[in-house]
């Protein structure tokens, strides 16, 4: 598990073909593997992955063919930017959101401009994610758990404050960008509870709708 909270910004050193997997070499000047050993996990723009071999500052990791067919993998190459974080610890602040690391789709920044000292991006994701995403909800984008502002449609926005900017990849973005999603892992569980037809369960629209979790008006 890991809390949205980007540790470094680290590079991809190398990109290799592994039959139709690939094996990803990271490196990061900043992020420190002194505690990293073999097997931990270590969020790569929002993807869990595990880490295969360490070499000095930096770690190679495996990516398989799942991965890549639902993440901006595909497109990675040396010398891109990636956000990076260690899986978390019992003792850890769970500064942004629980985050699983199991990215679910990816969205496209529709447009950037300046709001105020921050950066507001809105992005467009597939319409089977859409539904997850609430306003005032949290979602991970490449690894940054993010507050979303509006939601419209298959579209949110959300502002982006002078220090993320600086910590992580999201002064990279600009119109086209892909990123991968992770929308609130509560949502996903919710959804399947609700639409398991388990008739011992107390959870049900009526249960939800009477304690505000849901809009009566988005029934109609």
């Given amino acids: 598990m890991f809390t949205g909270i980007v540790q470094a910004v680290g590079q991809i050193a190398a990109v290799a073909a592994r039959g139709d997997d690939i094996r990803l070499t990271v490196v990061s000047d900043t992020l420190g593997f002194a ?51 260690k899986a978390l610890l019992p003792t850890t602040r769970l ?3 629980l985050v699983s ?3 679910d ?6 447009t950037c401009r300046d709001d105020g000292r ?10 089977a994610l859409a539904r997850y995403i609430a306003a005032k909800g949290s979602v991970c984008v490449d690894g940054v758990s993010l507050t979303v502002n509006e939601v419209s449609g298959n579209s949110f926005s959300v502002n982006i404050i002078p220090h993320t900017q600086e910590q992580t990849i999201t002064n990279q973005y600009q119109p086209g960008t892909r990123v991968n999603i992770e929308v609130d892992i509560i949502a996903r569980y919710l959804e399947r509870l609700l639409g398991s037809g388990a008739s011992d369960s107390a959870i049900d629209q009526s249960l939800l709708r009477r304690a505000g979790f849901v809009n009566p008006a988005a029934d109609h």
Avoid: M, W, Y
């Avoid at 921050?118 to 319409?127: A, G, K, L, M, N």
């Fill in 35 to 85: 505690d990293v050993k073999l097997g931990d996990s270590i969020a790569i723009n929002g993807v869990c992955l595990t880490v295969v071999a360490l070499q000095g500052k930096g770690f190679d990791a495996d990516v398989s063919g799942e991965t890549l067919s639902c993440t901006t993998f595909a497109e990675l190459a040396a010398g891109n930017s990636v956000n990076l974080e």
């Fill in 101 to 103: 690391g199991h990215v």
């Fill in 105 to 110: 789709g990816i969205a496209e920044v529709s």
């Fill in 118 to 127: 921050s950066q507001r991006i809105d992005f467009t994701v597939p319409e």
């Fill in 95 to 97: 500064g942004g959101h």
